[in-house]
Nanobody, 116 residues
Framework: QVQLMESGGGLVQPGGSLRLSCAAS????????MGWHRQDPGQQRELVAA???????NYLEFVKGRLSISTDNSWNTVYLKMHSLKPEDTAVYYC??????????WGQGTQVTVSS
């Protein structure tokens, strides 16, 4: 099992920036990728960005060029840097860890609100 704890969400004005962090602990040797989903009320959770241990990244088309995913060297923390934020980016952002044989482990989520 992998435990995940997100931080860094909040209220930001349109055009502003935020950096989300996700601290991972537990059986990290079993993780092969990490990333972020987001979910609006009444909507399905959608993948925003992901990164593999090999360094391959994948982004939702809508956020390309505005969001950047990265990890620290030990893969204890995954970051999502967001800039030029839009009201449409408002959602709860969930960190995930893709674990061999288990699928996704999830964090509890952090709210991002983009509003003037």
């Amino acid at each position: 099992q992998v435990q995940l704890m997100e931080s860094g969400g909040g209220l930001v004005q349109p055009g502003g920036s935020l950096r989300l962090s996700c601290a991972a602990s537990g059986r990290l040797f079993s993780v092969y990728a990490m990333g972020w989903h987001r979910q609006d009320p009444g909507q399905q959770r959608e993948l925003v960005a992901a990164i593999t241990k090999g360094g391959t990244t994948n982004y939702l088309e809508f956020v390309k060029g505005r969001l950047s995913i990265s990890t620290d060297n030990s893969w204890n923390t995954v970051y999502l840097k967001m800039h030029s934020l839009k009201p449409e980016d408002t959602a709860v952002y969930y960190c995930h860890a893709a674990v061999y044989g288990q699928g996704y482990n999830w964090g509890q989520g952090t709210q991002v609100t983009v509003s003037s």
